[in-house]
């Protein structure tokens, strides 16, 4: 493939993979804890960090690294010993972050908001083999965390108090979720951009739970989404020269609309089949109070 003639192209489509993997293996436990909003929060932090990274002549990527690390370790903390809300934390994190980045990349040597761009919006032909190599480094942590801490994640987002109870520690893991989301947030900026990651952290998911409701299922179906929507983005922006992460988010909707389509006859077929299987004598009128029960139970009553 001719696209593949170009180194530039070639690290943009690596990273592009990563992105798809570690955007929703976060943003399950995200739409979980129904802080979905909170990649957009880190994403703006980060943007302090990258311009820091401008004045100080650091990389970008690992200043916004740890400044968005310490952003949403702060954000967690407000959450749970301030009287502060969690979306006047969020709020902070909106608007002190891009205050600050557009701030330091206009005081850096030489800096202008063009240079600020391409870490908001995404851009292929910036991504360099540092670039590369801690994108790398840093997606192999959040599969790591994602991956190997799947049970104690998904318990303490389903319900803290009882994952407390049962002896994990809650706020330690709370803590690794908002760290890895950090983490995640700067992985994918230089691809997706840092305004429009948190709808590669978080439509993949919906999207996935349109056709499961198993959390395996779901992480499955969600990174399988995160993936595709990632490299077709990437070719996309390639051969038709539009902006990568714009282009990206929006098959990420298109195909959670899709999904959502095929989800409601998928969902009526399985409801035949069910009723069917309730009454094979094909009276639906038999046994009218069990099968009551059966859909109370069904919604979760």
């Given at each position: 493939m001719e696209i593949l003639n170009?180194?530039?192209?070639?690290?943009?489509?690596?990273?592009?993979?990563?992105?798809?993997?570690?955007?929703?293996?976060?943003?399950?436990?995200?739409?979980?804890?129904?802080?979905?909003l909170m990649g957009d929060g880190i994403g703006h932090v980060a943007m302090t960090g990258v311009g820091l990274g401008f004045l100080l002549s650091w990389s970008p990527v690992w200043m916004a690294t740890l400044v968005s690390v310490l952003g949403a370790v702060l954000m967690e903390l407000i959450r749970w010993y301030g009287r502060t809300r969690g979306d006047i934390a969020l709020a902070m994190l909106f608007y002190g972050g891009m205050a600050g980045g557009v701030m330091?990349?206009?005081?850096a040597p030489g800096g202008s908001n063009a240079n600020l761009t391409s870490f908001l919006f995404g851009s292929l032909s910036t991504v360099s083999q540092s670039d590369v190599t801690a994108?790398?480094?840093?997606?192999a942590f959040v599969v790591l965390v994602t991956v190997g801490l799947r049970r104690q994640l998904f318990a303490v987002s389903q319900d803290e108090e009882f994952a407390r109870v049962t002896g994990l520690p809650v706020r330690l893991l709370n803590?690794?979720?908002?760290?890895?989301?950090?983490?995640?947030?700067?992985?994918?900026?230089?691809?997706?951009?840092?305004?429009?990651?948190?709808a590669l952290m978080?439509?993949?998911?919906?999207?996935?739970?349109?056709?499961?409701?198993?959390?395996?299922?779901?992480?499955?179906?969600?990174?399988?989404?995160?993936?595709?929507?990632?490299?077709?983005?990437?070719?996309?922006?390639?051969?038709?020269?539009?902006?990568?992460?714009?282009?990206?988010?929006?098959?990420t909707i298109g195909a959670f609309?899709?999904?959502?389509?095929?989800?409601?006859?998928l969902a009526r077929r399985r409801a035949r089949a069910a009723?069917?299987?309730?009454?094979?004598?094909?009276?639906?009128?038999?046994?009218?109070?069990?099968?009551?029960?059966?859909?109370?139970?069904?919604?979760?009553?």
């Open positions: 170009y180194a530039f192209m070639q690290r943009a489509l690596l990273a592009a993979v990563l992105v798809g993997i570690t955007a929703p293996a976060v943003g399950i436990y995200l739409v979980q804890r129904r802080q979905a330091f990349i206009n005081l994108i790398c480094l840093l997606a803590l690794l979720t908002a760290v890895t989301a950090a983490v995640t947030v700067t992985v994918a900026m230089r691809v997706v951009g840092l305004l429009l990651v948190s978080v439509v993949p998911v919906a999207a996935a739970q349109q056709l499961s409701r198993s959390f395996a299922a779901t992480f499955a179906i969600a990174v399988a989404i995160g993936v595709s929507v990632s490299l077709g983005g990437t070719v996309t922006s390639y051969y038709q020269d539009v902006p990568p992460g714009a282009t990206i988010v929006l098959l609309i899709a999904l959502t389509a095929l989800a409601a006859p009723l069917a299987a309730a009454h094979p004598s094909g009276d639906p009128t038999e046994c009218a109070i069990p099968a009551t029960r059966r859909s109370g139970d069904e919604a979760g009553v």
